[in-house]
């Protein structure tokens, strides 16, 4: 299958700064990545739907500019979380989608603001 | 939009057996039917997908079959191996860029 990596895999931050998060599709170009947020134990829970050169589609209760989503090329989307806080602690997840309907994952990562 | 429910939320089962989760969505739109494989800490994992056209998939041990006018699909394990321990997820979409929905996960543990 095709492979999507996600870096960091790992962050720890003080309250109030910003992380980067980026998503790379690695051996195909992705049209759409999407970005997951998950809880232990939980679901996924899409945040929001990015298309290559055009404005991220967030879902309802996720405030764009707390998770800014940039889709700059085909083969990198970044989520950046700013202004950090305890309660944005969490697991989150790219993927990304080519021709295909199949999304293919990325490892994740997990975030922990202190 | 489209809702889709998945069932048991956990299940066990003894090596060898086999394990079957089912799920219901309420678009009758979507047309693509994916299976993922999640373990504790890691992405999901592709496993098997259906379209809409098909009504039943296998690959080896894994099945899934759909029944449109019911709106239900459902992932079938048969022989079951503890390394078959995860959650496993099923998810929902229309054709074109819509998002996936997924179910809320069933907690497979294989007992050997």
């Known amino acids: 299958g095709a492979v999507v990596s996600q870096h960091p895999s790992r962050v720890i931050c003080k309250s109030g700064t910003s992380v980067k998060i980026e998503c790379r599709s690695l051996d195909f170009q992705a049209t759409t990545m999407f970005w997951y947020r998950q809880f232990p134990k939980k679901s996924l829970m899409l945040m929001a739907t990015s298309n290559e050169g055009s404005k991220a589609t967030y879902e309802q209760g996720v405030e764009k500019d707390k998770f800014l989503i940039n889709h700059a090329s085909l083969t990198l989307s970044t989520l950046t979380v700013t202004s950090a806080h305890p309660e944005d602690s969490s697991f989150y997840i790219c993927?990304?989608?080519?021709?295909?309907?199949?999304?293919?994952f990325g490892p994740g990562t997990r975030l922990l603001v202190l | 939009g489209e809702n889709v429910e998945q069932h048991p939320s956990t299940l066990s089962v003894q090596e060898g057996d086999s394990a079957v989760i089912k799920c219901t969505y309420s678009?009758?739109?979507?047309?693509?039917f994916p299976w993922y494989k999640q373990e504790l800490g890691k992405r999901p994992q592709l496993i098997i997908d259906i379209r809409s056209n098909v009504g039943e998939k296998k690959d080896q041990r894994i099945a899934v079959t759909l029944n449109k006018t019911a709106k239900h699909f459902s992932l079938h394990i048969t022989e079951t191996q503890p390394e078959d321990s995860a959650v496993y997820f099923c998810a929902a979409s229309r054709a074109g860029n819509t998002p996936l929905v997924f179910g809320k996960g069933t907690r497979l543990s294989v007992i050997a």
């Open positions: 678009d009758s739109a979507s047309n693509y």
């Open positions: 993927s990304a989608r080519g021709r295909s309907e199949t999304q293919y």
